[in-house]
């Protein structure tokens, strides 16, 4: 049974920042292509960040050069470095795999498969 599970939200003040987390079992993590999105009351999903499996990224415009991916193989987590933190990105945090051996795939508009309960973000201005 995959599961993913994310940690490391708060709240902090607008130009803070905040790591999350999401430990993955259950699957083989690093023939996945991870992501991080976000949702805000009221608006829709939107992907905030993946990885592919060969370390290749592609950034929401909104988030580029503030939040960085990583992740450990070894440890089987994903992790979100967010740093000049704006209110705009409150929002609850997902963790989500599928399974995409290309960089393509990763990035393509198919769906993921495999989805964490979420951490909520919270920036105060």
């Known amino acids: 049974q995959v599961q993913l599970v994310e940690s490391g939200g708060g709240s902090v003040q607008a130009g803070g920042s905040l790591r999350l987390s999401c430990a993955a079992s259950?699957?083989?993590?690093?023939?996945?292509?991870m992501g991080w999105f976000r949702q805000a009351p009221g608006k829709e999903r939107e992907a905030v960040v993946r990885?592919?499996?060969?370390?290749?990224?592609r950034y929401a415009d909104s988030v580029e050069d503030r939040f960085t991916i990583s992740k450990d193989n070894a440890k089987n987590t994903l992790y979100l470095q967010m740093n000049n933190l704006e209110p705009d990105d409150s929002a609850m945090y997902y963790c989500?795999?599928?399974?995409?051996?290309?960089?393509?795939?990763?990035?393509?508009?198919?769906?993921?498969?495999?989805w964490g309960q979420g951490t909520q973000v919270t920036v105060s201005s």
């Open positions: 989500a795999a599928k399974g995409a051996l290309s960089a393509w795939l990763c990035f393509s508009g198919t769906p993921f498969r495999y």
């Open positions: 259950g699957l083989v993590f690093s023939s996945n292509c």
């Open positions: 990885i592919a499996t060969d370390g290749s990224t």
